[in-house]
């Protein structure tokens, strides 16, 4: 089971602020998050690293990023 | 393909090379401590263009030309170029009025700003001080759930229209060229004293604006998100471009003997230290509800962000507004009527910010 966060739309700081929520509040240990810029992805992968969720995987669908970081 | 740009060590160098080029902009007939000021040179080209009748401060700036357009071509070299728009136009337009206005009242941007501290001008850190509040006045209310809404994708001409303002723009100043001596050339201004008759030679910044432009984009040089995500998440990462940008610009003015200590006769500047604190409260504030620091707003523009460019048409909306009400300040100080509107412009801010909110 894994937690999902979409913000695809949303420019920054929003994705990071959604991704690094629902790492605080993660009962999983994995978490989808849905971006569709470049900027956006990068930065949710930085800020998933800084907490140690560094195993990360993109996958790019219909002009977005799904990444799937875990613990 | 990895973005060696958007590694630490690339912000770094993107930050310095900013650095370097701004104080090279300014060895090569920029003004001082002003090698590249987006607000200030947004304020310029909305004087050229006869928004504003303030005559020393009236000239096309070729790097605001430059940072579109290079930021455009990495955006489509890349593939990052994404026409997209909707989230709370309106809002945006009116953030990037009272920006404008607040960065007029300390007399340059956050840019400037570092610019003008490692020039040795110590009212920046006044100004700094205001900035670092005002952001963390935002960043509160990014905590509380603030935000501007989703943008929508797009048809592909939103995309382009800001870049194609910027050839529009610069095909103008080919066929309006400066005349030596004349404050006018057919339909444009042009200064022919005081800060808008400064500057490098026109090849020189276009081709300096167009490296920034390129460079910002990849690297997504951001001198609020710097201050932003120290304050909001404890992350370093945009702030060590902003760093980079100081320390460079430092050594060059050490090197080239531009470093002049002191608050008093520094050039473009003014001594009150409480507006030059409270007009960056508010440009500060209002670029973190907004997203992005005014350069940033114009590599977004130029990689398809309608809504930044609408930004960036409120930050000329507003320099025209700071120069017909006599808002800007000038180097004998801030006025009562730019007073007024810094508080205007914070309670407007306020109310974005406790409105715009989704419940969290």
């Known amino acids: 089971m894994s937690k999902l966060v979409d913000a695809r739309g949303l420019s920054c700081p929003q994705p990071v602020i959604k991704t690094l929520n629902a790492i605080k509040t993660a009962d999983t240990s994995e978490i989808v998050v849905l971006v569709d810029t470049d900027t956006a992805k990068e930065n949710v992968i930085r800020a998933a690293k800084s907490e140690s969720w560094d195993e990360i995987d993109i996958k790019e669908e219909d002009g977005a990023y799904r990444i799937t970081i875990r613990k | ?360």
């Open chain 2, 1 to 360: 393909m990895k973005n060696v740009l958007a590694t630490r060590r690339g912000i770094i160098c993107v930050g310095a090379v900013i650095g370097i080029l701004a104080i090279l902009l300014q060895y090569f007939g920029n003004p001082v401590n002003m090698g590249v000021c987006v607000a200030c040179f947004l304020r310029d080209t909305t004087g050229a263009l006869g928004l504003h009748r303030a005559p020393v401060v009236q000239y096309v700036r070729p790097e605001i030309i430059g940072f579109v357009l290079g930021s455009f071509v990495a955006a489509i070299v890349f593939k990052e170029f994404r026409p997209r728009t909707g989230s709370a136009p309106i809002i945006r337009f009116v953030l990037g009025a009272f920006a404008m206005i607040g960065a007029l009242i300390f007399l340059g941007c956050p840019w400037r700003a570092l610019q003008r501290l490692a020039g040795g001008d110590f009212n920046a850190i006044l100004g700094l001080i205001g900035l670092f509040v005002g952001i963390w006045i935002g960043t509160l209310f990014l905590k509380n759930g603030y935000n501007l809404g989703v943008t929508q994708k797009t048809r592909s001409s939103v995309g382009w229209v800001f870049t194609i303002i910027m050839i529009g723009l610069l095909i103008l100043v080919l066929l309006n060229p400066q005349i030596e001596g004349e404050s006018q050339s057919g339909v444009l201004f042009y200064s022919i004293e005081g800060p808008g008759s400064m500057h490098a030679p026109f090849i020189i910044s276009i081709v300096f604006g167009l490296i920034i432009g390129f460079l910002a984009q990849r690297s997504r040089f951001c001198t609020m998100g710097a201050i932003r995500d120290l304050i909001l998440f404890r992350h370093m990462h945009l702030f060590l471009g902003i760093a980079g940008l100081f320390i460079a610009a430092l050594i060059m003015n050490l090197i080239l003997n531009q470093f002049n200590p002191g608050f008093a006769n520094q050039p473009i500047a003014h001594t009150m230290h409480i507006w030059n604190f409270g007009g960056m409260v508010l440009a500060g504030l209002a670029f973190t509800l907004a997203g992005g620091c005014p350069g940033r707003q114009l590599f977004l523009s130029g990689e398809g962000d309608g809504d930044a460019a609408i930004f960036v048409v409120g930050m000329i909306a507003g320099a025209a507004f700071a120069h017909n009400f006599g808002l800007a300040s000038s180097g004998a100080g801030a006025t009562t009527a730019g007073i007024i509107a810094l508080f205007i412009g914070l309670i407007v801010c306020l109310a974005i910010g406790f409105t715009m909110r989704e419940r969290v």
